[in-house]
């Protein structure tokens, strides 16, 4: 499986913008770039996905670098119940290496 | 997003019974399931992917004759952790696969923390 590398740990003031990187510089032609949340004592939390081109959803955004070895999670405006595991993973599109494999993660504090 | 719940969300037991942890996916079909184990501080592990109607396809070093999975029908799985031991207790989460137009979705229980005593 392709690997991916993330800080362990970041900080973030409460209602500020969040940019969680996320490097993957192994990735292939098909893999797509999944972000998931896990908040504690819980199973983790789709929050979204990618394969090119940025996307944009109600929780958050992917912005996706061009040669697609990086990418960054970001949200717009943290909350306390953003704290949270962030796991960046590759899953690739074919049958047979759809599992996905975490990392991990970041830990992501946010500050009151 | 699709809903999968895990029952129990809590179980002790002691050293040496069995345990049966069920997964269910609530509002959609799901052809494959996963089992995910979490001990504290550390990050999901994947301990075998379940295809309905079918074996179990188990990771590397996890005991499939320990570690019982059944997927008998398109809404529900089993774990079943045999004759536990305190080395057993954590966290296992599973999750199940929607198929969607052009690609697959996966969505994760919340959970059953395991303590064996």
């Known amino acids: 499986d392709a690997k991916t590398t993330q800080p362990n740990s970041m900080e973030s003031n409460e209602e500020e913008p969040v940019h969680l990187p996320c490097n993957h510089s192994?990735?292939?032609?098909?893999?797509?770039i999944h972000w998931y949340r896990q908040l504690p004592s819980q199973g983790p939390e789709y929050v979204i996905h990618?394969?090119?081109s940025n996307v944009n959803n109600r929780m958050a955004s992917l912005a996706i670098a061009e040669d697609r070895k990086s990418s960054t999670l970001i949200l717009h405006r943290a909350t306390l119940r953003d704290a949270a595991v962030y796991y960046c993973?590759?899953?690739?599109?074919?049958?047979?290496?759809?599992?996905?494999?975490f990392g991990t993660g970041t830990r992501l504090t946010i500050i009151p | 997003g699709a809903v999968v719940s895990q029952h129990p969300s809590r179980v002790i037991c002691k050293s040496g019974t069995s345990v049966k942890i069920e997964c269910r996916s609530l509002d959609f079909q799901a052809t494959t399931m996963f089992w995910y184990r979490q001990f504290p501080k550390q990050s999901l592990m994947l301990m075998a992917t379940s295809n309905e109607g079918s074996k179990a396809t188990y990771e590397q070093g996890v005991e499939k004759d320990k570690f019982l999975i059944n997927h008998a029908s398109l809404t529900l799985s089993t774990l079943t952790v045999t004759s536990a031991h305190p080395e057993d207790s954590s966290f296992y989460i599973c999750s199940a696969r929607i198929r969607l137009a052009s690609n697959y979705e996966q969505y994760f229980g919340p959970g059953t923390r395991l303590t064996v005593t």
């Open positions: 993973i590759l899953r690739g599109a074919n049958f047979g290496n759809e599992k996905l494999t």
């Open positions: 990618g394969l090119t």
């Open positions: 192994t990735i292939s032609g098909t893999d797509y």
